[in-house]
T-cell receptor, first 113, second 112 residues
Framework: AQSVAQPEDQVNVAEGNPLTVKCTYS??????LFWYVQYPNRGLQFLLK??????LVKGSYGFEAEFNKSQTSFHLKKPSALVSDSALYFC???????????FGKGNQVVVIP | DAGVTQSPTHLIKTRGQQVTLRCSPK?????VSWYQQALGQGPQFIFQ???????QRGNFPDRFSGHQFPNYSSELNVNALLLGDSALYLC???????????FGPGTRLLVL
């Protein structure tokens, strides 16, 4: 079985402050990890992924994520949040050879001007 | 280069009816996956199609069926609709050689 936990329902951050959205996962074997963002009434937009290699991966719009195998975590980060980053963020995982993405329940990020 | 497209954008049906949703994958992609996203939840995997065959299926009843055409586009069919089928249905496409699934804007289905 594969699963993702996103422990916080909502993350509030002031504009210009660092943003962190937490994700822990469970999967057999090596994980393929993804972050997506969803704006209201829209589909999911791909931000970044970890497959192998460097534990710190960089993605779109200044976002990055750090893979930590010992803690089974893949937290999303942005050094300086913008009001336009306010959206719903989903972490997803799949195991090698498994085509199904398992998503967390999502984190609502609110960036306060 | 067009991304993943889905039609229709919105749909209203009544209980017991049948519905067909459509998806065109991103150019160069040959694999289509369908997900159901209930309000306030993360997407749940329904099934994936590759080479016109259902390759993997999630925990959904047989009322949910699909098809993939030779041009890689896909349909999701749901029979005997229930109120609980009301959700955003997302299509995602990928290349069998790549790991990333790219999502369409979704079809919002309301069952009354």
């Amino acid at each position: 079985a594969q699963s993702v936990a996103q422990p916080e329902d909502q993350v509030n951050v002031a504009e210009g402050n660092p943003l962190t959205v937490k994700c822990t996962y469970s999967v057999s074997g090596n994980p393929y990890l993804f972050w997506y963002v969803q704006y209201p009434n829209r589909g999911l937009q791909f931000l970044l992924k970890y497959i192998t290699g460097d534990n710190l991966v960089k993605g779109s719009y200044g976002f990055e994520a750090e893979f930590n195998k010992s803690q089974t975590s893949f937290h999303l980060k942005k050094p300086s949040a913008l009001v336009s980053d306010s959206a719903l963020y989903f972490c997803a995982v799949r195991g090698y050879g498994n085509n199904r993405l398992a998503f967390g329940k999502g984190n609502q990020v609110v960036v306060i001007p | 280069d067009a991304g993943v497209t889905q039609s229709p954008t919105h749909l209203i049906k009544t209980r017991g009816q049948q519905v067909t949703l459509r998806c065109s994958p991103k150019s160069g992609h040959d694999t289509v996956s369908w997900y159901q996203q209930a309000l306030g939840q993360g997407p749940q995997f329904i099934f994936q199609y590759y080479e016109e065959e259902e390759r993997q299926r999630g925990n959904f009843p047989d009322r949910f069926s699909g098809h993939q055409f030779p041009n890689y586009s896909s349909e999701l069919n749901v029979n005997a609709l229930l109120l609980g089928d009301s959700a955003l249905y997302l299509c995602a496409s990928s290349s069998d050689q790549q790991e990333t699934q790219y999502f369409g804007p979704g079809t919002r289905l309301l069952v009354l």
